[in-house]
């Protein structure tokens, strides 16, 4: 399995021949050869998760897709039929399983409200988190994709979420609204907690593929 980064928080998985689209969102420029599509997931309803303009192109180039998401997602995309997942759900699409975890998105600030988050284990290899930091309990996490920059991260709760996975091998992700001198010290500091549990951490800029 590839998975290849986007912009943001967009992530693009194939296994032979099929893909799965994560997250494809308004800070993410338009995706491409889409017709292997199998599946969409969208973690959560903010719109730097998901756009209209993404899942139509998608659904032009691979027509009647499941698009999995929680029930907040399916109430904000209204024109569209979205399977609702839940934490402790199972699904599969393709050559995908997919597991999910979490429930609620990370605190922004008292004053804006919650919304529900989903985080998503594929095929028992790579884990996405969304906007949380949501552990999946009892799961070895071989790679993270962990949240490097948001209006809800610290970077100290972003290690100690790290620390916690202890993944093998962590890239960046969800990164948009960082500087590029922001990034980097990021990236550095999850490097550090990554390998601090013996991990490897990968530099992935938009278009940089890790095998799996």
């Not at 759900?89 to 988050?117: E, K, M, Y």
């Not at 549990?197 to 990968?202: A, C, K, R, T, Y």
């Amino acid at each position: 399995m590839r998975v290849t980064k986007h912009e943001h928080a967009t992530l693009r998985l194939d296994e032979s021949g099929e893909s799965l689209i994560i997250d494809p969102g308004s800070f993410t420029t338009p995706l491409d050869e889409l017709s292997s599509v199998v599946a969409v997931v969208l973690t959560h309803e903010h719109p730097d998760h998901w756009t209209p303009e993404h899942l139509d192109r998608i659904l032009r180039a691979a027509p009647a897709t499941p698009i999995f998401a929680p029930a907040g997602v399916a109430a904000a995309a209204g024109d569209y039929e979205i399977t609702v997942v839940s934490p402790g759900d199972t699904v599969t699409a393709g050559r995908f399983t997919l597991r999910f975890f979490g429930g609620d998105h990370a605190v922004i600030h008292s004053s804006l409200p919650l919304v529900q988050n989903v985080g998503v284990l594929v095929n028992d290899v790579l884990y996405y988190p969304g906007d949380s930091y949501a552990v999946p309990e009892g799961v070895e996490v071989d790679t993270l994709a962990a949240p490097a920059g948001a209006p809800w991260l610290k970077i100290g709760e972003a290690m100690d979420f790290v620390l916690a996975v202890k993944p093998r091998r962590a890239f960046g992700v969800h990164d948009m609204t960082l500087s590029v001198i922001g990034r980097g010290m990021h990236r550095q500091r999850l490097k550090w907690a990554t390998e601090q549990n013996g991990g490897e951490f990968f530099e992935l800029d938009p278009g940089d593929a890790l095998d799996l």
